[in-house]
């Protein structure tokens, strides 16, 4: 059995050039026996820090889907929305039975939240990009 010595492709008996690489195989460029040793190492795909950054801006969860961290952004996609509209039902609540107890409170408290969150799901989408890019795939949860 033949094999091209540059990329270890089964070659044709009798051919003249690799099928799948192109390089000659007369003339010393043909190996018998045991295809070579090739040892092919695998580089994830970049994610850029910037698009996971500008996407958690403009919608969040998504900058967390884009690095490969797919349930979290799930999470965040649902858990934002929920933080936001929350607080602005306790303040209808307030407005409209008169009453400005503990819901107006837990309405402020609530906003704060959901500010904080937003905030952190864009640093977290930004951080897990260049660790995707320093040590491959995070694990994913």
């Not at 698009?51 to 884009?66: H, R």
């Not at 690095?67 to 934002?80: E, F, H, N, S």
């Amino acid at each position: 059995m033949a094999y091209c010595s540059r990329c270890g492709n089964h070659a044709k008996e009798g051919a003249q050039f690799c099928d799948r690489c192109g390089a000659q195989l007369s003339g010393g460029q043909q190996q018998y026996g045991q295809p070579p040793n090739f040892t092919h190492q695998y580089y994830p795909e970049r994610k850029d820090p910037l698009i996971a950054l500008i996407l958690s801006i403009l919608l969040p969860g998504v900058g967390q889907i884009y690095v490969g961290r797919v349930l979290r952004g799930l999470l965040i996609l649902l858990l934002v929305p929920l933080f936001s509209v929350f607080p602005a039902i306790l303040m209808f609540a307030v407005v409209s039975t008169g009453s400005v107890s503990g819901a107006l409170m837990t309405g402020v408290v609530l906003v704060i939240v959901s500010i904080a969150l937003y905030i952190w799901q864009i640093v977290d989408a930004y951080r897990l990009a260049e660790e995707h890019n320093r040590h491959g795939s995070p694990l994913r949860y």
